[in-house]
């Protein structure tokens, strides 16, 4: 999700890699295997950010913003 991210520039909820996620959580990969795969993923996704137009840190205000439209809409309803 880091990757698309950074990628995108929003989070996509949906994987499309559901059946190998399922497959590191039920064991079927050594260990070393995962972390090679994950130290590759981590180079590139740091790659990634460097090169993104994402800000480095999220908009407090406007977080909070959203957040009291979403509970005053949730409060109204």
């Known amino acids: 999700m880091a990757e698309e991210t950074a990628r995108y520039g929003e989070i996509r909820v949906r994987r499309p890699n559901r059946i190998f996620l399922l497959k590191i959580r039920a064991g079927e990969f050594e260990y070393e295997e995962l972390q090679v795969w994950a130290e590759e993923k981590i180079a590139k996704i740091e790659e990634l950010y460097t090169a993104s137009n ?23 309803a």
């Open 54 to 76: 994402l800000p480095d840190s999220p908009d407090m205000i406007r977080i909070e913003e959203i957040l009291v439209e979403i509970r005053t809409t949730w409060y109204q």
